[in-house]
């Protein structure tokens, strides 16, 4: 069964870098665009980036554009998304994406 695996959350001071894990199992990383997703409280869930399936083009939302980028590793069938410069307004539950399938969210805190 297809899922995907989150790991890498956690709290990290301003200023600090964090770098999040999306491993898929049952399809490739390759084979469908992701999302990374973020969810703050009392607010909606934001797209944070995305990289594509066939020229694996990532891309991230203007909020974040030099601080985040997203990258893949097919020999380990996941996607990462790295954060630096965090800023304690990027607190949220972060949510990788694929198809129809969703991870099953991490924290990050940034909190100094």
């Known amino acids: 069964q297809a899922q995907l695996v989150q790991s890498g959350g956690g709290l990290v001071q301003p200023g600090g870098s964090l770098r999040l894990s999306c491993a898929a199992s049952?399809?490739?990383?390759?084979?469908?665009?992701l999302s990374w997703y973020r969810e703050a409280p009392g607010k909606g869930r934001e797209l944070v980036g995305r990289?594509?399936?066939?020229?694996?083009?990532?891309d991230s939302v203007e909020s974040v554009k030099g601080r985040f980028s997203v990258s893949r590793d097919h020999a380990k069938n996941t996607v990462y998304l790295q954060m630096t410069s965090l800023k304690p307004e990027d607190t949220a539950m972060y949510y990788c994406?694929?198809?129809?399938?969703w991870g099953q969210g991490v924290q990050v805190t940034v909190s100094s």
């Open positions: 994406q694929a198809a129809t399938f």
């Open positions: 049952g399809f490739f990383v390759s084979s469908v665009p």
């Open positions: 990289i594509g399936y066939s020229d694996g083009e990532s």
